[in-house]
């Protein structure tokens, strides 16, 4: 099965902050991966898919890149609601689908 | 508005049973791929299991199979988990999430994209514990 690696696990930034999460595969995927933000107590919410396409309604301060094994998700200008754990996922061709094991995104 | 919401959690002993729900409002049902994905108390998201729009293809985790068994009523927008021999590292929020994707499943599939899990409910609790 295709493993995620995510990096760092913990990140701690400020508001207005610029801060980029990657997310490396254990093989080529193309572009098939999507990033989660999940807060404490909530269901995940897609934030981007397809490697770099911004969901409906997800704030443009979200983008993601990459293609084949390493992938980045940037978030411009840290605003407070921004502070959560973020999730990368990858779907290639059919189950099994594999999620990185998380990176949380604390106040610094 | 679109909306999947679970239910059927609850505390089983080791060894058990239960049976999840998950029932879908505001969207076409039966046009999506269905999925249950976990989270164990202060850990991060495993996916369980997949079915597709029309049953013909199902998919486990190997931490479960053989254990639960996924099914799905578009009839009734409904989505299910049948859960046997339930043990403590089963213990998890349990959520239905909603795929757009249709599965690549005899490649080459040169228009296949990945949309991710695009709508999720709020989870369902199950805990195994004696």
């Known amino acids: 099965d295709i493993q995620l690696t995510q990096s760092p696990s913990f990140l701690s930034a400020s508001v207005g902050d610029r801060v980029t999460i990657t997310c490396r595969a254990s093989q080529g995927i193309s572009n098939y991966l999507a990033w989660y933000q999940q807060k404490p107590g909530k269901a995940p919410k897609l934030l981007i898919y397809a490697a770099s396409t911004l969901q409906s309604g997800v704030p443009s301060r979200f983008s993601g890149s990459g293609s084949g094994t390493e992938f980045t998700l940037t978030i411009s200008s840290l605003q407070p609601e921004d502070f959560a754990t973020y999730y990368c996922?990858?779907?290639?061709?059919?189950?099994?689908?594999?999620f990185g094991q998380g990176t949380k995104l604390g106040i610094k | 508005e679109v909306q999947l919401v679970e239910s059927g959690g609850g505390l089983v002993k080791p060894g058990g049973s239960l049976r999840l729900s998950c029932e879908g409002s505001g969207f076409a049902f039966s046009s999506y791929s269905m999925n249950w994905v976990r989270q164990a108390p202060g850990k991060g998201l495993e996916w369980v299991s997949s079915i597709s729009s029309s049953s013909s293809y199902i998919y486990y985790a190997d931490s479960v199979k053989g254990r639960f068994t996924i099914s799905r009523d578009n009839a009734k927008n409904s989505l299910y988990l049948q859960m046997n021999s339930l043990r403590a590292e089963d213990t998890a929020v349990f959520y239905c999430?909603?795929?757009?994707?249709?599965?690549?499943?005899?490649?080459?599939?040169?228009?296949?994209?990945?949309?991710?899990?695009?709508?999720w409910g709020q989870g369902t609790t199950v805990t195994v514990s004696s």
């Open positions: 996922q990858q779907l290639n061709s059919h189950p099994p689908y594999t």
């Open positions: 999430a909603r795929d757009p994707t249709h599965y690549c499943t005899s490649p080459p599939c040169y228009s296949y994209n990945y949309y991710g899990m695009d709508v």
